[in-house]
């Protein structure tokens, strides 16, 4: 079935460490984005890709990267940088930057 | 920057009742989305709208894009158990940032069988 996979579905982090999250789609979009997702909070722009080889700064980049070295895939890497990273992380693309956005199942990050 | 308030933020609701929320910005946008999110899992589209005035239905669920082209309403009608979730309202303006999508902080939704 077509849909967008991320994965894992739980991720603990450690002081000072790297974590990387993985976002493929199997959709053939063109977009893909990441988003922050705090409790009773809506969602929030991380990342975005319009095309493969491209990407931006959404609201709140600090102390996260991307990649989109293929148009399948955008990983997300939240870096040792950002000091509050416990959040629910969602990850959408779609088939060009402007329209309607499909999301996957997301990622739990928590700090050990 | 761009803000979108999404109003009530919860509501308690009998089976069969109907149920209206709404969502307000504070600047025009071009496109509104309305998404269900259920516990651990990613948003779900419900109804897109790209015209002012634009009524859209989906099963139970009416959406409309209002007149003004900053605000939007969601009603869903006949609820029952399966409608339980946080209902999020997202909005796009026009050109550059502004074409990113904007999120409402949601409406929790609770159904009493």
């Known amino acids: 079935d077509g849909g967008i996979t991320q994965s894992p579905k739980y991720l603990f982090r450690k002081e000072g460490q790297n974590v990387t999250l993985s976002c493929e789609q199997n959709l053939n979009h063109d977009a893909m984005y990441w988003y922050r997702q705090d409790p009773g909070q809506g969602l929030r722009l991380i990342y975005y890709s319009q095309i493969v080889n491209d990407f931006q700064k959404g609201d709140i980049a600090e102390g996260y990267s991307v990649s989109r070295e293929k148009k399948e895939s955008f990983p997300l890497t939240v870096t040792s940088a950002q000091k509050n990273p416990t959040a629910f992380y969602l990850c959408a693309s779609s088939s060009v930057f402007n329209q309607p956005q499909h999301f996957g199942d997301g990622t739990r990050l928590s700090i050990l | 920057g761009q803000q979108l308030n999404q109003s009530p933020q919860s509501m308690f609701i009998q089976e069969g009742e109907d149920v209206s929320m709404n969502c307000t910005s504070s600047s025009i946008f071009n496109t509104w989305l309305w998404y269900k999110q259920e516990p651990g899992e990613g948003p779900v589209l419900l109804i897109a709208?790209?015209?002012?005035?634009e009524l859209t239905s989906n099963g139970r669920l009416t959406a409309q894009f209002g007149i003004t082209r900053k605000d939007s309403f969601l009603n869903i009608s006949a609820s029952i158990p399966s409608d339980v979730g946080i209902y999020f309202c997202a909005g796009r303006g026009y050109g550059g940032s502004q074409g990113n999508l904007i999120f409402g902080k949601g409406t929790k939704l609770s159904v009493k069988p």
């Open positions: 709208l790209y015209k002012a005035g």
